[in-house]
Each structure stands twice: as structure tokens, then as C-alpha cells.
């Protein structure tokens, strides 16, 4: 049996195609979500010179001495991102089933897309799976990796 390349990439999270408004999100209730989900988060406010607009940092832990830093922007209620830079699929699985189960409204209202699949033309954001837990999760975005030809 071959073993797993556990690759490292940037992975995106995105409201649904033509409803940006689904996650009703700003910053600060973000970062209180974050708060609550993760005690020990690193938070810090500046402004994207690109956009002119607020973003959040955070680095928080997901797992017993794993880490994941990320960067979060909602400029507005209507549109939202948040990203997760030099993550492993099983990394990015714990913040993804934390985001779809207890910060988005419905379960069915996050996308994905990875700078692997960016790379190599891919820039559609895939759903996450609805339902199922951090394997289940690890799963799509290893398979997703795959299919953008990083594993």
C-alpha cells in the first residue's frame, strides 16, 4: 500500500454561489465565534491594502497541538472569505467541520477551493459536504487535491 502525500496548500471557504449573504457574517461576529470555539485563538485586526478593508488573523488551535493560521475578510453582510494558509486536508477537515457546524447558519452554505487546484486553472469553489465528521470531511479535500493533480 502506497502511503498518502500529505500535501500542504492554501484552502479558501466561500458562502454559496449567488447567495453571499447565506453566512450573515461580519468580523466581530467571527472573531466571537472564535472565541468561544477556540479559547486559545491569536486574533489580530488590519486593514488589506489591496481592498482598503478589514481582515482578522488568527491562529488557533484545532486539535491537541495542531495549529492552523488563517485570515478571515467580511467586508460587508453580504460576502464573506476565510482562508487557511499551509494546511494539510486533515488540518483544514477540523476547521471546516467546526465553520459548517457551528459558525454558518445551515450546513449546506460552505464551499472550498484550494491554491493547488487555483493553480492549474481551477477557480469553481466545490461544496463541503453537508453532513459527516472530519474523516468524512479529509476525505473530499484530499480527493479534491487529487483531481487539482498535487497528491
Known sequence: ??????VRTTFGFYPPENNE?????????FM??????FP??????RVDPLRGT?????????????????SAAMPSPDYAYITLG??????????AVWLRDSYVP???SVRFISSAAMENGDETPEPLPAVGGAAEVEAVLRSHLVAAGAV
Open 86 to 95: 499551509s494546511v494539510t486536508a486533515d488540518e483544514a477537515a477540523l476547521f
Open 40 to 45: 486559545d485563538a491569536v486574533l489580530e485586526t
Open 32 to 37: 466571537a465565534a472564535l472565541e468561544r470555539g
Open 1 to 6: 500500500m502506497t502511503a498518502q502525500r500529505n
Open 21 to 29: 449573504a447565506a453566512w450573515q457574517s461580519s468580523l466581530d461576529t
Open 106 to 108: 445551515s450546513p449546506t
Open 54 to 70: 478589514s481582515v482578522v488573523d488568527f491562529d488557533i488551535e484545532v486539535a491537541p497541538e495542531v495549529w492552523v493560521t488563517g
